[in-house]
């Protein structure tokens, strides 16, 4: 079975630094991909998806993520953070028979 | 519409009833999930309806839960005599087929 381990739980990064959040993957085969967002109260957003092709994803909001079969890794990333990239994000992971597995998430706080 | 609604927003009852739970996936979207998300269990996958197809159910926690999807589109999830153990978001996700899932802003659930 799939799963997915997001290494960390909380996040605090200043405003205009760079963001990078950890995603480890387990999947016999190639996986679909997945990054989501969620702010408080709200839904989860897509981010972006891998589900073949270039591994550097680029999404939306100015984030980008790379798959690294070898490392079994989908890191997000962010060159410059705003403060309303502060959320919970989610990385998930997907194979044909559509069901996601979700990582635990992790909180970016940004601090001014 | 334009995204996936979901009804109500927020439902508490107490223990012991049931509650229905609605979903309006996007319109043309042949598949629809309902995902619990909980502090204890992080996101975890309940049931998917892919058009006329039976129902994976796998998910599901119990016997008291069920869900039905109507003419192809709107979906209720029914948790039957509620326990404290059931209180967290449902969220709803619908898709083409099996490509990427949209998610509604979810239900809160509590049960006092």
């Known amino acids: 079975a799939q799963s997915v381990t997001q290494p960390d739980i909380h996040i605090t990064v200043s405003e205009g630094a760079s963001l990078e959040l950890r995603c480890n993957y387990s999947?016999?085969?190639?996986?679909?991909l997945f990054w989501y967002v969620q702010s408080p109260g709200q839904g989860l957003q897509l981010l972006l998806k891998?589900?073949?092709?270039?591994?550097l994803v680029q999404g939306i909001k100015g984030f980008e993520a790379e798959f690294k079969r070898s490392q079994s890794s989908f890191n997000l990333r962010k060159p410059s953070v705003h403060w309303s990239d502060a959320a919970e994000y989610f990385c998930?992971?997907?194979?044909?028979?559509?069901?996601?597995?979700f990582g635990a998430g992790t909180t970016v706080t940004v601090r001014a | 519409g334009a995204g996936v609604s979901q009804s109500p927003s927020n439902k508490v009852t107490e223990k012991g009833k049931d509650v229905e739970l609605r979903c309006d996936p996007i319109?043309?979207?042949?598949?629809l999930y309902w995902y619990r998300q909980s502090l204890g269990q992080g996101l975890e996958f309940l049931i998917y309806?892919?058009?006329?197809?039976?129902?994976?159910k796998s998910g599901l926690p119990s016997d008291r839960f069920s869900a039905e999807r109507t003419g192809g589109s709107v979906s209720t999830l029914t948790i039957q005599r509620t326990q404290q153990e059931d209180s967290a978001v449902y969220l709803c996700?619908?898709?083409?087929?099996?490509?990427?899932?949209?998610f509604g802003p979810g239900t809160r659930l509590t049960v006092l």
């Open positions: 996700a619908s898709s083409l087929a099996e490509d990427t899932q949209y």
């Open positions: 999947y016999g085969a190639t996986p679909y």
């Open positions: 891998y589900f073949s092709g270039d591994t």
């Open positions: 998930a992971v997907g194979d044909y028979d559509y069901k996601l597995s």
């Open positions: 319109s043309g979207h042949t598949a």
């Open positions: 309806f892919q058009g006329n197809s039976a129902p994976d």
